[in-house]
Each structure stands twice: as C-alpha cells, then as structure tokens.
C-alpha cells in the first residue's frame, strides 16, 4: 500500500521566517491534502493538491506528482501558524494514508 | 459552506462499555470514512463505507467496531466493549461521489477516553 514521509519532524521557527514541509509518497495517487492540527485537535484542510501548484494567503503548495513529493510552504509565520502538518495521500474513492505529521513551533 | 459534524465532542467510558460515536456527512456525499488518532500518534484509517456496505477496513477493525447509516443524514461507529487502547481521537470523513477535487472533508473530532 501507499506509504508516506514527511519531513522534518520537527521544526521550530522565528515569527516572521519562512519554511518548508515536505512529504514522500510512495505510489502514484489520485489524492493528495495537507492538514493542520490545531491545539483542539482539529484537523484543517489546508490543500487538496494532487499534482501542481496552489496558493492561499501565506501559504502555498506544490506537488510533483511523476517524482512523488509535495511541499508545503509557510511565509512570513505567526504564532497561530504552530501545530502539527500531516500530509495524506491516497487512490481515488479509498482511505488517505497519513504521514508521521510535522510539528511547527512559531515563537514569537 | 457545508461542514462534517460529530458528537459528542468528548467522551469518558468504562472499560467494557459500548459506545457510539455519531456523525453527520456533508448532505450530498456518499463516500464515509473513520479514521483515529492515539495521541501523540499520527491519524490510522479505520474503515470505509459507500453504498451502504463497508468498502475497505484496516486491522484496527475488528470485530469490536461496527458502523451504520441508520438513516439519510447520519453515520455512526459502534465501539461494543472498549478497551483502554481505544482511547483516542476519533475523526469521521465523507467525500463526494465522481468529485473534482476527491478532497475528503474532516469532523472536528470525538475524544474518547476508556478509564
């Protein structure tokens, strides 16, 4: 089945830089989405980004879908930016498969 | 814009008693999907429903666990003797059918805790 890396594990940030979150799968896929786990515990769909490129405000993602990887950018971070970043990827129709998630600290 | 619900939002159980957690899809989906987190730990697919029949299941999904689509607006997982181990975060997902994105949208979540 599909497998999914994601790093760096961790990540702790400056308010203000930029960053990058990347994330490996496997196999070829029909779904790809980036979430943010807030400090509830809520899962935020970020992006739904299969192949190609998607901005919204200071986030952007780009994947690549014929070499297997996403990457999640963050500018100019807040604070409220800190939480964890799962990636998930799967076929169509079927289960999305998790990454171990990155966790973000945004200190101010 | 259109959300998934779940209640309730947390949940204390005994060791040994059932539980039902409850969501409601976004109205016009057809594809159903639990998924849990163990904290600390990243989110495991659970189970998949479409059609009125399970579509795929994992591991985790034994005999213990059930799900139902008792009527057209809710869909329901049955924990039938909880075990410690099955404290987590419990997140409920649809999809639409034929969609462009194939984005599945997520609930808020159900914390069970089995003491």
């Known amino acids: 089945g599909i497998q999914v890396e994601q790093s760096p594990p961790d990540l702790i940030l400056q308010e203000g830089a930029n960053s990058t979150l990347r994330c490996n799968f496997s196999?070829?896929?029909?779904?790809l989405q980036w979430f943010h786990q807030n400090p509830w515990g809520q899962l935020i769909n970020l992006f739904y980004i299969p192949s190609g490129t998607k901005q919204n405000g200071r986030l952007s993602a780009t994947t690549v879908a014929t070499e297997r990887y996403s990457l999640l950018y963050i500018s100019s971070s807040q604070t409220t930016d800190s939480g964890v970043y799962f990636c998930?990827?799967?076929?169509?129709?079927?289960?999305?498969?998790f990454g171990a998630g990155t966790i973000l600290r945004v200190k101010s | 814009e259109p959300e998934v619900t779940q209640t309730p939002s947390h949940q204390v159980t005994q060791m040994g008693q059932e539980v039902i957690l409850r969501c409601v899809p976004i109205s016009n989906h057809l594809y159903f999907y639990w998924y849990r987190q163990i904290l600390g730990q990243k989110v495991e697919f659970l189970v998949s429903?479409?059609?009125?029949?399970?579509?795929?299941k994992s591991e985790i999904f034994d005999d213990q666990f059930s799900v139902e689509r008792p009527d057209g607006s809710n869909f329901t997982l049955k924990i039938r003797s909880t075990k410690l181990e099955d404290s987590a975060m419990y997140f409920c997902?649809?999809?639409?059918?034929?969609?462009?994105?194939?984005?599945?949208?997520f609930g808020p979540g159900t914390r069970l805790l089995v003491l």
């Open positions: 429903f479409y059609n009125n029949e399970i579509s795929e």
């Open positions: 997902a649809s999809k639409a059918e034929y969609s462009i994105p194939e984005t599945q949208y």
């Open positions: 196999d070829s896929v029909n779904n």
């Open positions: 998930a990827a799967g076929e169509y129709g079927n289960k999305l498969v």
